[in-house]
């Protein structure tokens, strides 16, 4: 039997204020790792369990959706496939990216959760309400979040946090 996970009064009033979860790709949706063919084509894992959190978080009125400081077609094509509410790429300036975003979508910083796994990430995770990272993030990047998932990169970071706010909003 799995062992309940103890959150804090803190980290669930941030869950609560939940109306979107914006997302970095690589080592949060996928392991990080970069496979190339001799052709230059480039491969990625997905875990399913990601992506059957979309729909039931949409139908909970949770805006989703991908700010990734690195460009890929794999990432554009994943991110339609499970109709995501946007997929921004190619992003060196987060912080300015998020914040159009929140305006955009008529959200407040607060009620943002962002899940980032490196460096240029931490302005980001520092500035939402919710600041999450996969267990196999570095050191200096989960101290700055207020939640690190128990699961690694591309196995399932985006289905821990979309559990945690669809069990809160049912408590």
Avoid at 72 to 101: E, N, P, Y
Wanted: charged share 25%; proline share 2%; with cysteine.
């Amino acid at each position: 039997m799995a062992q309940k996970r103890k959150i804090s009064g803190d980290t669930k009033r941030r869950l609560a204020d939940l109306k979107a979860i914006f997302l970095e790709a690589d080592g949060v949706l996928t392991n990080g790792k970069l496979i190339y063919d001799l052709n230059g084509t480039e491969y990625k894992q997905f875990h399913f369990r990601d992506a059957a959190a979309v729909s039931p978080l949409q139908k909970a009125g949770v805006v989703i959706g991908v700010v990734s400081a690195r460009e890929s077609g794999i990432v554009t094509r994943w991110c339609a496939d499970l109709r995501m509410d946007f997929c921004h790429q190619g992003i060196l300036d987060k912080v300015s990216t998020v914040t159009k975003l929140a305006a955009h979508y008529r959200l407040k910083l607060k009620e943002i959760a962002f899940v980032g796994s490196d460096f240029n990430d931490i302005p980001v995770l520092e500035m939402v309400g919710l600041g999450v990272t996969a267990a196999d993030a570095p050191d200096y990047v989960r101290r700055a979040c207020d939640l690190v998932t128990r699961a690694k990169g591309g196995n399932g970071v985006f289905r821990e946090l979309a559990d945690l706010l669809l069990q809160k909003r049912n408590s």
